[in-house]
């Protein structure tokens, strides 16, 4: 649904290319950004649904190190921040970011993280 849209926003326009995938992410494919919904709950009126949509969305960036994850993460954050507008049979009417973590591989002091991955929170209003 509205991931698609997102794609749409994201493809070709971050370090990543168009390497962006729903809900699971092809190991060995890097950099890479994967999409996934937490949940799209309806609003509605005490006339019925609204078929307006507020969707938690996670946006999980994958790359060889920490300056490559972090430079996409910087790019999307710059694209979707903030959007407003109709992307094909979507109009967003906001898209806010959340959060943004660090979840790369826990290795021990010293040793080389074998991949790194950020993960960015955003709340997608939508209709």
């Known amino acids: 649904m ?3 849209a997102l794609i ?6 971050t370090t990543a290319g168009t390497n962006i995938h729903i809900e699971t992410y092809p190991s060995g494919l890097r950099p890479a950004v994967v999409l996934k919904t937490v949940s799209t709950p309806h ?7 609204l078929n307006c949509f507020n969707s938690a969305i996670e946006i999980d960036v994958f790359a ?3 300056n490559s994850a972090a430079t ?16 094909g049979d979507y109009r ?13 591989s826990n290795v021990a002091a010293g040793e080389e993280v074998s991949i790194s991955r950020i ?3 955003a709340q ?4």
């Open 43 to 49: 609003e509605y009126s005490s006339d019925g649904d």
């Open 119 to 121: 993960n960015i929170s």
């Open 64 to 66: 060889d190190d920490y």
């Open 124 to 127: 997608v209003h939508w209709s």
């Open 72 to 87: 996409i993460a910087g790019e999307i954050n710059t694209i979707i921040s903030g959007y407003r507008g109709t992307v």
């Open 92 to 104: 967003i009417d906001a898209i806010f970011i959340e959060s943004q973590s660090d979840l790369s």
């Open 2 to 4: 509205i991931k698609i």
């Open 8 to 13: 749409t926003l994201l493809s070709g326009n």
